[in-house]
């Protein structure tokens, strides 16, 4: 999963401060799939999802 943050244009590694009301975009390494939000809003510290976004494999394997 990697978070680009919209106001920079910079990958959002872990760790790195996003400014209050910045929005990073969520995607997924090839073969998964995004569940959940897309785009993320930092609010005093906070992010608005009700559930952070996941990356699951985009054809899972039965067992």
């Known amino acids: 999963m ?8 910079r990958e959002a590694a872990p760790g790195v ?3 209050h ?4 975009a969520v995607s ?5 799939t995004l569940e959940g939000q897309h785009d993320l809003q930092c ?7 009700a559930m952070f976004p996941e990356c699951v494999p985009a054809n899972p394997k039965k067992a």
């Open 43 to 49: 609010s005093f510290g906070l992010w608005d999802a």
């Open 21 to 24: 009301d910045g929005i990073v």
């Open 28 to 32: 997924c390494t090839p073969g998964h």
């Open 2 to 9: 990697t978070f680009r943050d919209l106001d920079t244009e």
């Open 17 to 19: 401060r996003v400014e």
